[in-house]
């Protein structure tokens, strides 16, 4: 179980992995294969004004650079999808477009098709050298799309050629990218350009390895070949898309089947008229084990976080997805800066039945679960997504379905423990101004205290497992916590490591526990 939510330099708990992950420029650099440029010094002559003109701009449009999200990918290596990972990540940049990855299975027949401008790329394709994967293109021209292969991580790629790819919000659609070979380097790898330029990469920040470049103007098809490894399709959308979310209430034999999708603004400027994009996809059904989904305190709409947003940790998910994408353009929508807006996807009944429940024990190892077995009456096909089963009041459990068409009966197992609850809350306890020996920096150092409120409300005792992550150096952690541990921060500039604290919390029936964790962290004046 994560929690997330800090002042100042604090990181979100275990991230679920999925889809594309974040690098950011290191400081002064451009990614463009020029060299950098020193300050000209003004004067009455017109070349070097005009020459200082463009530098300025040149150091406005880096500033602004460095702050965007980007995304990083790299060249064909063989590796490994994580399982657990995410359908569907998603970033959302300030000009309201959406970098969006997803791994299916292609058709029977080995080849993915899309037809028109709107309809993403997508897919997760396994092929051998023998027989590659083919994906047909239709009659209109897809932009801005990139294939990856998503790896465990790029350290077996040591010396390979690479290329880079950087994903920003100033730009259209537009991808800039740089060309070298990778090389170790502690905690990270470097990209080492024909122009001399270093690109340091830290390993939690890299997101894929590519297998293949965009279509050109004239592209018809791409053959995909590789040893064994699936590959991830990463697509631009014109708006934010999200992956829905359920609510099963159960009474009796019948249960009523609510579906809705919260989209959230939290960039700095409004969205007016922005094309809001439903993207659907499947999860892997397993018969023989749980499917696995993990809530954060930020995944569910604001009435339902205070209740579950605290769980027992549960088994993973061990098989590759399978189905098919569907994209759907939803319409134009508009939300204020910070504006939260959820919708509703249909309301119907269905029929329910309990198939298997198990007993918890006092471990917490896993054995949490029910499988509930209900049919789809929606018109149209159940994502997959996560999904809320309640009954009488009582939270029966939570977890993810696969996709579902129409009248076809869905198996989910559901972790129980979602009866367990907590309260997450971050108080300030004073700051200081820490100046260098040479008097040239400052910086403020605060203190924080993390509360966390936990209670069982199972008729039972359960094990919680509780995992805390802030940046900078720990002060007081009550009661002693199962691991410590500390890393460096992967982000350029942050000074402060990041430490990681996990509780295993045994909460008997009706328990409530409290823990706290008191640091202190360093802010830039």
């Not at 994903?167 to 790898?189: F, H, I, K, P, W």
């Amino acid at each position: 179980m994560d929690c997330g939510g800090r002042p100042g330099h604090e990181r979100a708990g275990e991230n679920a992995t999925g889809g594309a992950a974040r690098l950011v420029a290191e400081r002064g650099w451009t990614l463009d294969g020029g060299h950098e440029r020193r300050d000209a010094p003004r004067g009455r002559n017109t070349g070097i004004a005009l020459r200082q003109n463009k530098f300025e701009a040149k150091q406005k449009e880096n500033d602004m650079f460095r702050k965007l999200t980007m995304l990083c990918a790299g060249a064909a290596v063989c590796a490994a999808v994580r399982a657990e990972a995410d359908p569907a990540s998603v970033d959302v940049f300030t000009d309201c477009s959406a970098l969006v990855t997803r791994r299916v299975v292609p058709s029977t027949d080995g080849v993915a098709r899309f037809t028109t401008t709107d309809s993403p790329l997508a897919g997760t394709f396994r092929t051998t050298a023998a027989h590659p994967v083919v994906l047909q293109k239709g009659a209109a021209r897809v932009k801005g799309t990139v294939v990856y292969r998503a790896p465990a991580g790029l350290e077996s790629a040591t010396g390979a050629y690479v290329r880079v790819g950087t994903v920003a919000a100033a730009e259209s659609n537009g991808l800039v990218r740089a060309e070298g070979y990778v090389r170790q380097d502690g905690t990270g790898v470097r990209v080492e350009t024909a122009c001399g330029r270093i690109l340091s990469i830290p390993s939690a920040n890299i997101a894929g390895i590519a297998a293949a470049a965009d279509w050109t103007a004239d592209a018809q098809e791409w053959t995909l070949t590789g040893e064994r490894d699936p590959y991830t399709i990463a697509y631009w959308v014109a708006g934010p898309c999200w992956t829905p979310s359920c609510i099963l209430t159960v009474s009796g034999g019948a249960a009523r089947l609510q579906a809705w999708a919260e989209l959230a603004n939290n960039s700095s400027g409004d969205w007016t008229d922005v094309m809001v994009s439903l993207v659907s996809g499947t999860l892997a059904r397993n018969a023989d084990a749980p499917v696995a989904y993990r809530t954060y305190a930020n995944a569910w709409p604001s009435a339902k976080r205070a209740s579950y947003a605290l769980a027992a940790d549960g088994a993973d998910e061990a098989s590759a997805p399978q189905g098919d994408v569907v994209y759907r353009p939803v319409g134009k929508i508009s939300l204020k800066k910070n504006e939260t807006r959820t919708f509703s996807l249909g309301e119907t009944e269905t029929t329910v039945r309990r198939l298997v429940s198990w007993e918890a024990n006092e471990e917490g190892d896993g054995t949490l679960w029910d499988v509930v077995s209900f049919t789809n009456t929606f018109a149209g096909p159940l994502d997959a997504c996560r999904v809320l089963v309640q009954s009488g009041g009582r939270v029966l459990g939570q977890g993810t379905i696969a996709w579902t068409e129409p009248g076809a009966e869905a198996e989910m197992r559901l972790a129980r423990a979602r009866s367990v609850t907590g309260d997450c809350k971050v108080f300030g306890r004073g700051s200081r101004k820490v100046v260098s020996a040479d008097g040239a920096t400052a910086r403020l150092e605060k203190e924080a205290e993390v509360v966390l409120t936990l209670k069982n409300t199972r008729t039972e005792a359960v094990t919680v497992k509780v995992v805390r992550e802030v940046s900078g150096e720990i002060v007081q952690v009550l009661p002693a916590p199962r691991e410590q541990t500390t890393r460096t921060s992967p982000e350029i500039g942050v000074r402060d490591d990041i430490q990681r604290v996990v509780w295993n919390v045994r909460l008997g029936a009706g328990e409530e526990k409290e823990l706290r964790l008191r640091y202190r962290y360093s802010v830039k004046m």
